[in-house]
T-cell receptor, first 116, second 111 residues
Framework: GAVVSQHPSRVICKSGTSVKIECRSL??????MFWYRQFPKQSLMLMAT?????????EQGVEKDKFLINHASLTLSTLTVTSAHPEDSSFYIC????????????FGPGTRLTVL | QKEVEQNSGPLSVPEGAIASLNCTYS??????FFWYRQYSGKSPELIMF????GDKEDGRFTAQLNKASQYVSLLIRDSQPSDSATYLC???????????FGRGTSLIVHP
């Protein structure tokens, strides 16, 4: 149980394009989903917290107009990197907090984004 | 500012030995404590969680929590080369359900 999927697993795009990453909880409903970014050999950096049906809460320094988050249902959240640039190249990981379960979260497999 | 501190390592242990990973946290109101394992290029995987003072065992893994001293540790018995990874400590609580992650400790188990 507690499986979280992400799609795509890897994406390469040209500078200036937008990329959408999907995060799905496959066997549970997620009250809250988190989006993280991780650069090589660095720790996880929380970008934003999204709750189903409401606006995402962004961490300080994260541009909400650049990283659009939509949490339309209890099993799906999307992150769109708009007008991507090479410095946005990173490993993006989502995690989901099961509804009704004490604060445990489960991570998706991550999406490796490379912007040329 | 809630902080979770871990020694970045690497911690190198021989195969079959006990690996001991430590984590300290700053927020005395913290209530939930998690250990994740992250292989290179992969996302974190939940290993254990602990809420109460004392030890919690699951197979070769034992989590130890001491709220008075504000530390949580993870022991890995009979370490295997496949245990080589980065271990992340995460702490919740004190009025927030958003976890604070440590930077992780790199563990190397050599044959």
């Amino acid at each position: 149980g507690a499986v979280v999927s992400q799609h795509p697993s890897r994406v390469i795009c040209k500078s200036g394009t937008s990329v959408k990453i999907e995060c799905r909880s496959l066997d549970f409903q997620a009250t809250t989903m988190f989006w993280y970014r991780q650069f090589p050999k660095q720790s996880l950096m929380l970008m934003a917290t999204s709750n189903e049906g409401s606006k995402a809460t962004y961490e300080q320094g994260v541009e909400k107009d650049k990283f659009l988050i939509n949490h339309a249902s209890l099993t799906l959240s999307t992150l769109t990197v708009t007008s991507a640039h090479p410095e946005d190249s990173s490993f993006y990981i989502c995690s989901a907090h099961p509804q009704g379960v004490t604060d445990t979260q489960y991570f998706g497999p991550g999406t490796r984004l490379t912007v040329l | 500012q809630k902080e979770v501190e871990q020694n970045s390592g690497p911690l190198s242990v021989p195969e079959g030995a006990i690996a001991s990973l430590n984590c300290t946290y700053s927020d005395r109101g913290s209530q939930s404590f998690f250990w994740y394992r992250q292989y290179s290029g992969k996302s974190p995987e939940l290993i254990m969680f602990i809420y109460s003072n004392g030890d919690k065992e699951d197979g070769r893994f034992t989590a130890q929590l001491n709220k008075a001293s504000q530390y949580v540790s993870l022991l890995i018995r009979d370490s295997q080369p496949s245990d080589s990874a980065t271990y992340l400590c995460a702490v919740n609580g004190g009025g927030s359900y958003i976890p604070t992650f440590g930077r992780g400790t790199s563990l190397i188990v050599h044959p």
